[in-house]
Structures are given as C-alpha cells and as structure tokens.
C-alpha cells in the first residue's frame, strides 16, 4: 500500500522559511515524479513544484520561483520542499503527490495517482 506522508507545515512570519517533507513508502518510485500542490479555501488546488524521481529534474510554479526549491533523497524515499520568503498568500493546505502518467504533465493534478494527506502552512503579515 502507498502512503505518501507528509510534515513540516506550521505557522511562520511573513518572510520567513519552512522546509516541508514527504515520506513516500509502499512501492519503488523509479520511473515517477513527486509534486507538491496547495490548495487554499475557497481557491481550486494548484501545483507548486515537481520533481523527476530518476533525473531530479525540476518545475515550479511561476508564483514560487527564486523562493521555493524542490529536492528528493532517493536513499530515504522523501521529497522535501524548502520555502523561502514566504508570503501570507502562501498560506494553503500542501500536499505531496506521486505520479507516472506522463502524458498529462508534471503540473497537472490529474497526472498523480496517490496523495498526502496534506499539511498546513500559514504565513501571518
């Protein structure tokens, strides 16, 4: 069974950093990628960043660029997600995801087929 666990989230100040990771067990994840999404209330859930298990290839959105930097320890099955600079619009439930329907594009949630349960992250002005 594959769980996807994630931590870190919590509350921060306007500018300041939180580093979020995700626990990925149940399956080899070669040939996948693994993505961070965030949905706010009332807003629709959107991609954050992603990752290439094999390659470590990565994407992000244009909102987290120059801020947030993706990683992956392929020894310890855990994607990491390194939030700099954050804003109160940060503010979201984050959620990781692991995915191999290329087809649909790393960014796209219909591309993932297991998820975390998700993990706040609120930044306060």
């Known amino acids: 069974q594959v769980q996807l666990v994630e931590s870190g989230g919590g509350l921060v100040q306007a500018g300041g950093s939180l580093r979020l990771s995700c626990a990925a067990s149940?399956?080899?994840?070669?040939?996948?990628?693994m993505g961070w999404f965030r949905q706010a209330p009332g807003k629709e859930r959107e991609f954050v960043a992603g990752?290439?298990?094999?390659?470590?290839?990565?994407y992000y959105a244009d909102s987290v660029k120059g801020r947030f930097t993706i990683s992956r320890d392929k020894s310890k099955n855990t994607v990491h997600l390194q939030m700099n600079s954050l804003k109160p619009e940060d503010t979201a439930v984050y959620y990781c995801?692991?995915?191999?329907?290329?087809?649909?594009?790393?960014?796209?949630?219909?591309?993932?087929?297991?998820w975390g349960q998700g993990t706040q992250v609120t930044v306060s002005s």
């Open positions: 995801a692991a995915g191999a329907r290329t087809y649909y594009g790393i960014s796209v949630a219909a591309g993932y087929d297991y």
């Open positions: 149940g399956r080899t994840f070669s040939n996948y990628y």
């Open positions: 990752i290439t298990w094999n390659g470590g290839s990565t």
